[in-house]
């Protein structure tokens, strides 16, 4: 009785601010990792807050640090999809296969038992809105079409080429450099590499397709590209003034880098103590160190071991007899196979965040005004590291060719001098300096698509457009072969005279 009061008084509260009656929406955060469901449950939990009725589907189990409260139904679907590990040896090309691979496999999560028995329910539920954790996954659209709402998407990063095409949002790629372009190029190169990306793009886009077809008939639903063009908002863990680059958005691509630090994420390891500075070392969920040879471990342990006055709290997942030996020659280092990240961020001791360059670890990093080092192996990370640098909020390096010496000149340097520091908290002063914080602005835009019913006024008209038309090849086309005909006309013509 006590929790139906309070989810009363919270959809009160929520129609008073909003005029927006409670609504039931349907999340799907399926085929990613942790970090980045920790961003979508953030958005989740806003949603809870504010009185709203959660169906939430997903692959991951939601554990203590993800819990969330409220009028909540949580379907788990256990299907784990095929591990990609940030493997040291991984060139281009079998990077790139494997991503093809990746999407290939995304089929089986719909044929889970689970997930057919969601899609059977009957009478089917209504939902208001389809909140989809977007993951190069847009053969889910379907589920939308299957139970007619409007679509939004949650996505962990700066927007992708990918998001752009599903927003209609204009790429202006000869001057903003994109997530995935590792050289971050601008001018004819950015545009030669969007000509590559795009080309990726289409032929990921074909596999989807072809899923969503198998799954969604077009007997039955909506096109694949229809409900493409029905995505009427784009959610994005970024913030543009802070981090870059400059960008044009549509109204309906908003930013919302922070939303997990302002939600508060339950910290687990409570009991750490934390008597001394420290340094922080994680490569991430998706790095394992008994994928990698012992020589590369005993590199980061010689050069920690060269700094007495620093606790360095690694997160670690190697053997039990490597943990017992590391840390039973170096009581400095200490070894744990997960550490409360935020927690340790928070805490006013960190002198130095080590880090892989995931957009996640570098968006608290810049919260909380700490700096870096960073190691990239895959993805983003090497883009997002190549910005962290620019900017003086640490160093990065590669590696690949990885020494002890190399790592400890450059921890001492980003412990010495004060510069990086002052930076990243400047930035970070910068990040936090907004009109509505990540939250409040969440809240706002999902419930204004509920309340104008999808609000299909906010697409952007050039979705509707062939790309040749978008790129007006067809206007020039017209105008300079009038031109060419004119030259063609006047030349005969003095060929008379």
Request: proline fraction near 5%; include cysteine.
């Amino acid at each position: 009785m006590r929790l139906s009061l309070v989810q009363l008084l919270l959809c009160w509260s929520a129609l008073g601010w909003s005029g927006t009656s409670c609504g039931h929406i349907l999340g799907i955060f399926v085929q990613v990792h942790r970090s980045q469901l920790l961003v979508y449950t953030a958005v989740a939990r806003v949603l809870l807050q504010h009185g709203h009725q959660l169906t939430l589907i997903t692959t991951l189990p939601l554990d203590s640090e993800l819990e969330l409260d409220g009028n909540l139904t949580h379907i788990l679907v256990p299907w784990k999809q095929s591990a990609e590990n940030a493997n040291l040896s991984k060139d281009l090309f079998t990077r790139l296969q494997r991503t093809y691979e990746r999407l290939e496999d995304a089929e089986q999560l719909l044929n889970e038992p689970e997930w057919q028995a969601f899609m059977a329910h009957n009478p089917t539920p209504a939902y208001d809105l389809l909140l989809l954790g977007y993951h190069f996954n847009d053969h889910l659209l379907g589920v939308a079409a299957h139970f007619n709402c409007p679509v939004a998407i949650i996505t962990t990063q700066q927007p992708i080429s990918f998001v752009h095409s599903l927003l209609g949002n204009p790429e202006e790629r000869w001057y903003v450099p994109q997530p995935y372009d590792k050289r971050q190029r601008t001018g004819w190169r950015a545009l030669a590499f969007g000509v590559w990306e795009k080309a990726t793009e289409l032929m990921a886009r074909r596999v989807m397709r072809r899923i969503y077809s198998k799954h969604f008939s077009p007997s039955h639903y909506p096109s694949f590209d229809q409900m493409r063009q029905r995505v009427v908002l784009a959610l994005n863990n970024h913030h543009m003034i802070s981090e870059g680059p400059i960008a044009p958005l549509l109204p309906n691509m908003l930013d919302i880098g922070g939303i997990c630090m302002e939600q508060g994420l339950k910290a687990i390891d409570t009991d750490i103590g934390y008597t001394r500075p420290f340094i922080y070392f994680s490569l991430g969920t998706r790095f394992s160190w008994h994928t990698v040879p012992s020589d590369f471990v005993a590199i980061f342990v010689e050069a920690f071991a060269q700094l007495p006055d620093y606790d360095i709290y690694w997160t670690y997942d190697g053997s039990n007899d490597s943990v017992s030996s590391i840390s039973g020659t170096h009581s400095n280092i200490k070894l744990s196979q997960w550490w409360g990240q935020q927690q340790l961020l928070a805490s006013g001791q960190i002198q130095l965040f080590i880090t892989h360059g995931g957009k996640g670890s570098l968006t608290e990093a810049l919260y909380y005004g700490v700096p870096m080092l960073g190691l990239p192996f895959l993805g983003d990370q090497h883009t997002n590291l190549r910005r962290m640098s620019r900017k003086g909020w640490g160093l990065y390096r590669n590696p690949r060719n990885l020494s002890s010496a190399s790592l400890l000149t450059a921890l001492r340097e980003l412990l010495m001098v004060s510069q990086y520091r002052e930076n990243i908290r400047s930035s970070s002063r910068l990040y936090r300096d907004r009109p509505l914080n990540a939250s409040a602005l969440t809240a706002y835009w999902l419930e204004y698509v509920m309340r104008h019913d999808g609000a299909t006024h906010l697409h952007n008209p050039g979705r509707m457009l062939n790309w040749w038309q978008y790129y007006l090849l067809d206007v020039y086309a017209t105008i300079y072969g009038c031109l060419l005909a004119v030259i063609i006309i006047l030349r005969h013509l003095d060929g008379r005279t």
